[in-house]
T-cell receptor
Framework: KQEVTQIPAALSVPEGENLVLNCSFT??????LQWFRQDPGKGLTSLLLIQSSQREQTSGRLNASLDKSSGRSTLYIAASQPGDSATYLC??????????FGTGTQLKVEL | NAGVTQTPKFQVLKTGQSMTLQCAQD?????MYWYRQDPGMGLRLIYY???????DKGEVPNGYNVSRLNKREFSLRLESAAPSQTSVYFCASSERLGRGNEQFFGPGTRLTVL
Protein backbone atom coordinates (compact mmCIF):
# COMPACT_ATOMS: atom_id res chain seq x y z
CA LYS A 1 0.00 0.00 0.00
CA GLN A 2 1.34 3.41 -0.95
CA GLU A 3 2.28 5.66 1.96
CA VAL A 4 3.17 9.33 1.60
CA THR A 5 5.09 11.15 4.33
CA GLN A 6 5.76 14.86 4.66
CA ILE A 7 8.43 16.23 6.93
CA PRO A 8 8.39 18.50 8.81
CA ALA A 9 4.77 18.62 9.96
CA ALA A 10 5.16 22.32 10.74
CA LEU A 11 7.68 24.99 9.79
CA SER A 12 8.10 28.64 10.74
CA VAL A 13 10.47 30.91 8.79
CA PRO A 14 11.14 34.65 8.57
CA GLU A 15 9.96 36.53 5.51
CA GLY A 16 12.37 36.45 2.59
CA GLU A 17 13.89 33.09 3.41
CA ASN A 18 14.14 30.33 0.81
CA LEU A 19 12.72 27.03 2.03
CA VAL A 20 12.28 23.39 1.07
CA LEU A 21 9.37 21.12 1.88
CA ASN A 22 9.87 17.38 1.65
CA CYS A 23 7.64 14.55 0.48
CA SER A 24 8.50 10.85 0.36
CA PHE A 25 6.51 7.88 -0.94
CA THR A 26 7.02 4.16 -0.47
CA UNK A 27 6.02 2.80 -3.90
CA UNK A 28 7.98 4.30 -6.80
CA UNK A 29 5.48 3.01 -9.39
CA UNK A 30 3.66 6.33 -9.72
CA UNK A 31 2.17 8.15 -12.69
CA UNK A 32 2.57 11.64 -11.30
CA LEU A 33 2.98 13.73 -8.17
CA GLN A 34 0.96 16.81 -7.34
CA TRP A 35 1.62 19.60 -4.83
CA PHE A 36 -1.34 21.45 -3.33
CA ARG A 37 -1.82 24.42 -1.06
CA GLN A 38 -4.61 24.52 1.52
CA ASP A 39 -5.56 27.68 3.42
CA PRO A 40 -7.35 27.31 6.77
CA GLY A 41 -11.00 26.34 6.28
CA LYS A 42 -10.59 26.25 2.51
CA GLY A 43 -10.25 23.73 -0.28
CA LEU A 44 -7.10 22.58 -2.04
CA THR A 45 -5.41 24.62 -4.73
CA SER A 46 -3.21 22.75 -7.18
CA LEU A 47 0.27 24.26 -7.39
CA LEU A 48 2.33 21.94 -9.55
CA LEU A 49 1.92 18.58 -11.28
CA ILE A 50 5.00 16.53 -12.15
CA GLN A 51 4.64 13.58 -14.48
CA SER A 52 6.64 10.46 -13.65
CA SER A 53 8.89 11.08 -16.67
CA GLN A 54 9.77 14.61 -15.51
CA ARG A 55 12.41 15.73 -13.02
CA GLU A 56 10.99 19.12 -12.09
CA GLN A 57 8.34 21.75 -12.67
CA THR A 58 8.44 25.47 -12.01
CA SER A 59 5.75 28.06 -11.43
CA GLY A 60 6.81 31.53 -10.37
CA ARG A 61 8.66 31.28 -7.05
CA LEU A 62 7.85 27.57 -6.74
CA ASN A 63 9.99 24.72 -8.00
CA ALA A 64 9.10 21.07 -7.46
CA SER A 65 11.48 18.21 -8.11
CA LEU A 66 10.83 14.50 -8.39
CA ASP A 67 13.22 11.59 -7.87
CA LYS A 68 10.99 8.64 -8.57
CA SER A 69 13.61 5.96 -7.99
CA SER A 70 14.29 7.16 -4.44
CA GLY A 71 10.65 7.99 -3.73
CA ARG A 72 11.19 11.67 -3.01
CA SER A 73 9.93 15.07 -4.03
CA THR A 74 10.77 18.54 -2.81
CA LEU A 75 8.92 21.82 -3.11
CA TYR A 76 11.24 24.83 -3.10
CA ILE A 77 9.76 28.22 -2.29
CA ALA A 78 11.98 31.19 -3.07
CA ALA A 79 11.86 34.50 -1.18
CA SER A 80 8.99 33.45 1.09
CA GLN A 81 6.19 35.92 1.89
CA PRO A 82 3.55 36.01 4.65
CA GLY A 83 0.97 35.18 1.96
CA ASP A 84 2.70 31.83 1.48
CA SER A 85 1.51 30.76 4.94
CA ALA A 86 -0.68 27.69 4.44
CA THR A 87 -0.59 23.91 4.61
CA TYR A 88 1.20 22.26 1.71
CA LEU A 89 0.13 18.77 0.66
CA CYS A 90 1.73 16.37 -1.76
CA UNK A 91 -0.12 13.51 -3.41
CA UNK A 92 0.89 10.72 -5.77
CA UNK A 93 -1.15 8.92 -8.41
CA UNK A 94 -0.27 5.26 -8.49
CA UNK A 95 -1.91 1.92 -9.15
CA UNK A 96 -5.66 2.14 -9.50
CA UNK A 97 -5.27 5.69 -10.78
CA UNK A 98 -5.99 7.14 -7.36
CA UNK A 99 -4.36 9.95 -5.43
CA UNK A 100 -2.67 9.10 -2.13
CA PHE A 101 -2.08 12.15 0.06
CA GLY A 102 0.48 13.02 2.68
CA THR A 103 -0.68 14.72 5.88
CA GLY A 104 0.90 18.03 4.95
CA THR A 105 3.42 20.60 6.16
CA GLN A 106 1.97 23.65 7.90
CA LEU A 107 4.05 26.67 6.89
CA LYS A 108 4.09 30.00 8.67
CA VAL A 109 6.06 32.89 7.19
CA GLU A 110 6.60 35.62 9.77
CA LEU A 111 7.16 39.32 9.21
CA ASN B 1 -16.05 29.76 -14.65
CA ALA B 2 -16.73 28.54 -11.09
CA GLY B 3 -14.64 25.32 -11.24
CA VAL B 4 -15.88 22.84 -8.63
CA THR B 5 -18.73 23.92 -6.36
CA GLN B 6 -20.11 22.14 -3.30
CA THR B 7 -23.24 22.58 -1.20
CA PRO B 8 -23.81 22.98 1.65
CA LYS B 9 -20.69 24.59 3.17
CA PHE B 10 -21.59 23.52 6.70
CA GLN B 11 -24.00 20.95 8.13
CA VAL B 12 -24.83 19.57 11.56
CA LEU B 13 -26.67 16.26 11.77
CA LYS B 14 -27.91 14.05 14.54
CA THR B 15 -26.91 10.39 14.59
CA GLY B 16 -29.14 8.42 12.24
CA GLN B 17 -30.17 11.33 10.04
CA SER B 18 -29.53 11.25 6.32
CA MET B 19 -28.27 13.88 3.95
CA THR B 20 -26.85 14.39 0.48
CA LEU B 21 -23.78 16.46 -0.35
CA GLN B 22 -23.91 18.05 -3.77
CA CYS B 23 -21.00 18.67 -6.13
CA ALA B 24 -20.90 20.20 -9.60
CA GLN B 25 -18.10 21.09 -12.01
CA ASP B 26 -18.20 23.30 -15.09
CA UNK B 27 -14.88 22.23 -16.65
CA UNK B 28 -16.37 19.44 -18.79
CA UNK B 29 -14.34 16.89 -16.84
CA UNK B 30 -15.03 13.20 -17.20
CA UNK B 31 -13.88 12.03 -13.76
CA MET B 32 -15.08 13.09 -10.34
CA TYR B 33 -14.12 12.13 -6.78
CA TRP B 34 -15.24 12.39 -3.18
CA TYR B 35 -12.67 12.62 -0.36
CA ARG B 36 -12.83 13.08 3.37
CA GLN B 37 -10.20 14.92 5.39
CA ASP B 38 -9.58 14.11 9.03
CA PRO B 39 -6.86 15.49 11.34
CA GLY B 40 -3.70 13.41 11.13
CA MET B 41 -5.16 11.14 8.43
CA GLY B 42 -4.74 13.20 5.29
CA LEU B 43 -7.34 13.04 2.55
CA ARG B 44 -8.86 9.65 1.82
CA LEU B 45 -10.84 8.66 -1.24
CA ILE B 46 -14.44 7.61 -0.56
CA TYR B 47 -15.84 7.03 -4.05
CA TYR B 48 -14.98 8.08 -7.56
CA UNK B 49 -16.59 8.17 -10.98
CA UNK B 50 -14.33 7.59 -13.96
CA UNK B 51 -17.00 8.80 -16.38
CA UNK B 52 -20.71 9.53 -16.55
CA UNK B 53 -22.65 6.41 -15.61
CA UNK B 54 -19.87 4.71 -13.64
CA UNK B 55 -18.96 4.77 -9.95
CA ASP B 56 -16.38 2.82 -7.93
CA LYS B 57 -15.39 2.45 -4.30
CA GLY B 58 -12.33 4.14 -2.94
CA GLU B 59 -10.44 3.54 0.28
CA VAL B 60 -13.24 4.28 2.79
CA PRO B 61 -16.66 3.69 1.14
CA ASN B 62 -18.57 2.18 4.08
CA GLY B 63 -21.57 4.24 5.15
CA TYR B 64 -21.75 6.22 1.91
CA ASN B 65 -23.44 6.03 -1.48
CA VAL B 66 -22.89 8.12 -4.58
CA SER B 67 -24.74 9.10 -7.73
CA ARG B 68 -23.23 10.47 -10.91
CA LEU B 69 -26.32 12.35 -11.98
CA ASN B 70 -24.83 13.60 -15.25
CA LYS B 71 -21.41 14.69 -16.47
CA ARG B 72 -21.46 17.81 -14.28
CA GLU B 73 -22.84 16.50 -11.00
CA PHE B 74 -21.68 13.89 -8.47
CA SER B 75 -23.50 13.57 -5.16
CA LEU B 76 -22.54 11.81 -1.92
CA ARG B 77 -25.23 10.43 0.37
CA LEU B 78 -25.05 9.47 4.03
CA GLU B 79 -28.03 7.20 4.69
CA SER B 80 -27.67 6.99 8.47
CA ALA B 81 -25.07 9.40 9.78
CA ALA B 82 -22.67 8.35 12.54
CA PRO B 83 -20.31 10.47 14.68
CA SER B 84 -17.37 8.77 12.90
CA GLN B 85 -18.50 10.55 9.74
CA THR B 86 -17.76 13.96 11.23
CA SER B 87 -15.23 15.29 8.77
CA VAL B 88 -14.55 17.75 5.99
CA TYR B 89 -15.71 16.42 2.62
CA PHE B 90 -14.10 17.50 -0.63
CA CYS B 91 -15.25 16.90 -4.17
CA ALA B 92 -12.73 16.97 -7.00
CA SER B 93 -12.68 16.52 -10.76
CA SER B 94 -10.15 15.78 -13.49
CA GLU B 95 -10.24 15.60 -17.25
CA ARG B 96 -10.04 11.84 -17.05
CA LEU B 97 -9.05 9.20 -14.55
CA GLY B 98 -5.58 8.89 -13.16
CA ARG B 99 -2.28 9.23 -14.88
CA GLY B 100 -1.21 12.63 -16.03
CA ASN B 101 -4.38 14.30 -14.94
CA GLU B 102 -4.51 17.17 -12.51
CA GLN B 103 -7.31 17.12 -9.96
CA PHE B 104 -9.21 20.30 -9.07
CA PHE B 105 -10.93 20.59 -5.72
CA GLY B 106 -14.05 22.27 -4.39
CA PRO B 107 -14.14 24.37 -1.18
CA GLY B 108 -15.40 21.54 1.02
CA THR B 109 -18.37 20.72 3.24
CA ARG B 110 -17.79 20.72 6.97
CA LEU B 111 -20.04 18.07 8.51
CA THR B 112 -20.59 17.45 12.21
CA VAL B 113 -22.58 14.45 13.39
CA LEU B 114 -23.75 14.66 17.00
Amino acid sequence: KQEVTQIPAALSVPEGENLVLNCSFTDSAIYNLQWFRQDPGKGLTSLLLIQSSQREQTSGRLNASLDKSSGRSTLYIAASQPGDSATYLCAVTGGGNKLTFGTGTQLKVEL
Amino acid sequence: NAGVTQTPKFQVLKTGQSMTLQCAQDMNHNSMYWYRQDPGMGLRLIYYSASEGTTDKGEVPNGYNVSRLNKREFSLRLESAAPSQTSVYFCASSERLGRGNEQFFGPGTRLTVL
